[in-house]
């Protein structure tokens, strides 16, 4: 009889050991004017081994959800290195925010991996510049790998206002 009970119990404590912890966050205010949008953010995480993603274009969700922390946050960063931003609805998932910025008063700077896959893209990166006081212009354009923002403004403040606008890029 003992010999059942002590199955019974290894048998349980196995069955619980064996399901893992899934992780589901959400990713607010990320930029999806269009399908193609939708399509870059499925592409930017397909690499992260047992991640899913699903892209709700209309709220600007992106909704990742993996075996653990660690692969959640793997798809957070790649998120991330496709050019796209947000807010996580976890605090242990964070949204690298590394863009090189300095914090300092400029003329110039080149920006690199900003997602830019149409016109949609391009309006938004020149309505969320225009909110930075001193920038001037830039060079945003459709597929572009890399863009200049010129003026005199706070580098730093340019990738805030990219960011509000759920993108991101790194300075170059």
Do not use: R, W
Request: glycine share 8%; with cysteine; charged share 20%.
């Amino acid at each position: 009889m003992k010999n059942i009970y002590a199955s019974l119990l290894l048998a349980l404590g196995l069955t619980f050991s064996s399901q893992a912890e899934v992780v589901t966050v959400a990713i607010n205010d990320v930029h999806l004017c269009c399908q193609s949008c939708v399509k870059g953010v499925a592409k930017a995480v397909a690499e992260v081994n047992g991640l899913t993603a699903t892209s709700d274009q209309d709220a600007g969700t992106v909704t990742l959800t993996g075996p653990d922390t660690a692969t959640v946050q793997k798809g957070a960063d790649a998120l991330v290195a496709a050019g796209y931003f947000g807010k996580s609805s976890d605090a242990s998932i964070k949204m690298n925010a590394d863009t090189g910025a300095k914090n300092k008063k400029v003329q110039s700077i080149k920006i690199e991996d900003v997602h830019l896959c149409c016109g949609k893209c391009v309006k938004a990166v020149n309505k969320a510049l225009a909110t930075v006081p001193g920038v001037t212009g830039n060079t945003a354009a459709k597929d572009a790998k890399s863009f200049e923002v010129t003026g005199d403004f706070n580098d730093q403040e340019v990738f805030e206002a990219l960011h509000k606008a759920g993108l991101t890029g790194k300075e170059k």
